[in-house]
């Protein structure tokens, strides 16, 4: 019998004595061996399929994003506009913040599947450059991550919503602050026209939320 | 430009004015609705939607009919309807319908002075409607065991309390007087008081007492129950885990120990005359009651020795890829009352009350996960009034056309739920750490394996 003070399994780094009872152990079992073999590429398959997770959604996100762009200009969205019937996961509008370079299409609601496109609009809020409390999430991360520098935003960078309707820009009336994931507060509505757009902090936890309030400012005349 | 002003700013104004339109045809006179449900489920364990329900009970109540259907299945496993008992009834007639399943039966005394009556897998439904009035129930057990007294060795023992019994009492010519006695000594004679002792009433006495159940055990059991009443309409469901009484209705008809385990009530309630619901829940980990000799004597209530554990929350973990990891709800009741409901509820209102003791469910968003759930009651009553005079349709308020960016932008807001919380948009940092995690594991294996082939050569 083999144990841990067998001088054959002692080297210049001795192992510990669990992984010495394991490497003989595998030692004289080749097929532990080759199952250990397979058993390590699994897991280096699995690691680059977990550390491929964020550019696998960034893909996807990319994807979708051509194909919102397309919807957006279509008259179908248009009119589902218009009635005010956009379902979830349809484009609603464009979202462009030129100090932090983005550019993306938001859809209609905030569900984990329509936020696959990078961002989306709050259902219960009212549509695009309307009175109210305009309220949007999107991705700090993954899923193109529209909002990964939203941190950056300062008051007076100015925001464009796109609609299928018309344009019209807000500007940024205050620093980003900080809130609890359960303070909805923030999409509360309001009389005056403004702007919110929500997204996780800090960067890569869910732990609290990011807000940016933005002012409207007026209609854009389309070029 | 302008010609498109013009037919979007006519197309909305239709719009509006059709649904307008709608709404005051839903508006119509129509009769009163209502409807209740209860579900009542003790345990329940399965893998990806499939697998076996023990104790299970449903009823449902419609105001369409008026129609009232019940179930119970002691087991219920896939592809195995054989255990269920089912009754339905429905129309203004009075009619009821009753099923029972009880495969096992009667299983024979057993041979130690002790009378056992088991059955197993039983399952009971009834449903009628009688002057109107729809009313279902049913309760199941998959396991039901109560062991009684040996009579003729109790016999014995009656026969001495009786002499004893006898000789007190012998100088008291008042009967009153002798069940104040037989109260000193802890007996409940109250139905005596004022009658005369005679042969029946000592029969009656000492012959339920030689009766009397010794322990009555009840192993994944649930009844559910709605009903429709000229003011109310009823649903209410239970469910036990396992429960064990000892001495079973012995004491002015108390149970002289109870023990509860997994045992979860909810009921709901609406009032046809306010057209208001109500509800509520009791989800019980261990409850443990004891019979109160005062209330022999018209005071008091049983005693609760033990009622505790009060939590109530869900704990969820969650993964960045799969979702939600794991989810474990314990005694957790909660009741949401809607009112101006949807539907054939719309302008009335319905409570729902659900009752959960315990409940794991396993990665519940991949095709329904692994769920193990004990104690699970819920209960549904709602209705809305009749309505006999349309009311009288608003004006309708102009529209603006959206056909530009509004000046002055409408606050009409399409309806949809509420969020809870301002979504999920990151926290993904977990899953760099688990691929780093995993890519470790992976080199540590690749490096074990190396050094054993090494070793071996």
């Not at chain 2, 314990?330 to 003791?357: I, R, Y």
């Not at chain 2, 004006?395 to 959206?402: D, K, M, N, R």
């Amino acid at each position: 019998m083999t144990n841990i003070s067998d001088p054959e399994a002692s080297t210049t780094d001795s192992p510990a004595p669990g992984v010495g009872r394991l490497v003989s152990f595998l030692r004289k079992r080749a097929w532990a061996r080759r199952a250990l073999s397979g058993f390590s590429v699994l897991l280096l398959l699995g690691a680059i399929g977990v550390l491929g997770y964020p550019f696998y959604t960034n893909l996807v996100q990319n994807r979708l994003q051509d194909t919102l762009d397309n919807q957006l200009a279509s008259p179908e969205i248009k009119q589902a506009y218009r009635d005010r019937k956009v379902k979830t996961g349809d484009s609603l509008t464009r979202i462009k913040i030129p100090a932090i370079d983005v550019d993306v299409v938001v859809v209609e609601g905030t569900t984990e599947s329509a936020l696959k496109a990078g961002a989306g609009h709050f259902p219960t809020t009212p549509l695009p450059c309307e009175i109210g409390n305009v309220s949007i999430a999107g991705h700090r991360t993954t899923y193109g991550r529209p909002f990964h520098n939203l941190d950056r935003l300062k008051p007076g960078d100015e925001i464009t919503l796109e609609t299928p309707l018309g344009s019209c820009s807000y500007k940024v009336d205050r620093d980003p602050f900080v809130v609890a994931p359960t303070d909805l507060s923030v999409i509360d509505p309001t009389d005056t026209a403004t702007l919110t757009l929500s997204t996780c902090e800090p960067k890569g936890s869910a732990a609290r939320r990011l807000i940016v309030k933005a002012a409207f400012q007026g209609a854009v005349t389309q070029a | 430009m302008k010609r498109i002003r013009t037919i979007g700013a006519v197309g909305v104004s239709l719009l509006a004015t059709t649904s307008l339109l709608a709404a005051g045809q839903a508006q119509a006179a129509r009769p009163e609705t209502y409807q209740a449900t209860a579900v009542g489920q003790a345990m329940e364990m399965s893998i990806a939607g499939v697998g076996v329900k023990i104790g299970g009970t449903t009823a449902n109540l419609d105001s369409v009919g008026p129609k009232a259907a019940t179930s119970g299945d002691a087991v219920k496993v896939p592809l195995l309807n054989i255990l269920k008992s089912a009754a339905a009834v429905e129309g203004a007639k009075d009619v009821s319908d009753t099923s029972k399943q009880c495969p096992t039966g009667e299983i024979p005394p057993l041979p130690v002075g002790l009378v056992a009556e088991v059955s197993l897998l039983c399952a009971t439904s009834k449903a009628a409607i009688k002057g109107g009035m729809a009313s279902a129930s049913s309760s199941s057990d998959a396991a039901e065991i109560e062991l009684q007294y040996e009579s003729l060795l109790l016999g014995k023992a009656v026969e001495k309390l009786k002499g004893l019994f006898s000789k007190v009492i012998a100088k008291e010519t008042d009967a009153a007087a002798a069940a104040d006695t037989a109260k000193s000594m802890g007996i409940n004679l109250n139905p005596l008081a004022g009658k005369p002792i005679n042969d029946a009433l000592w029969e009656k006495l000492f012959g339920e007492i030689a009766t009397i159940s010794l322990l009555s055990l009840e192993l994944g059991s649930s009844e559910s129950m709605v009903e429709v009443s000229s003011d109310k309409i009823k649903s209410a469901a239970s469910s036990d885990g396992f429960s064990l009484n000892v001495l079973p209705n012995s004491l002015c008809g108390q149970d002289i120990l109870s023990l509860q385990m997994g045992h979860s009530e909810a009921s709901a309630t609406y009032d046809r005359k306010t057209a208001k619901s109500s509800g509520r829940t009791n989800p019980e980990a261990v409850h443990i009651t004891a019979a109160n000799p005062a209330n022999c004597l018209g005071e008091g209530k049983r005693f609760e020795i033990l009622d505790f554990i009060e939590v109530d929350g869900t704990l969820h973990i969650k993964l960045p890829i799969i979702g939600t990891l794991l989810k474990i709800t314990f005694m957790k009741g909660t009741t949401v009352v809607t009112d101006e409901g949807p539907g054939k509820l719309a302008g009335g209102s319905e409570a729902k009350s659900v009752s959960d003791v315990f409940k794991i469910e396993v990665l519940p968003g991949l095709a329904g996960g692994a769920v193990l759930s004990i104690g699970h009651a819920e209960a549904t009553a709602g209705g809305a009034p009749a309505i006999v005079d349309p009311p009288a349709t608003t004006v309708p308020v102009s529209v603006e056309s959206l056909t530009t960016v509004p000046a002055t932008p409408t606050t009409v807001m399409p309806v949809v739920a509420a969020e809870a919380v301002l979504p999920r948009t990151g926290g993904d940092a977990a899953v760099a750490f688990g691929g780093l995690v995993l890519l470790g594991l992976a080199y540590g294996a690749r490096r074990l394996a190396r050094k054993g082939r090494t070793a071996s050569v």
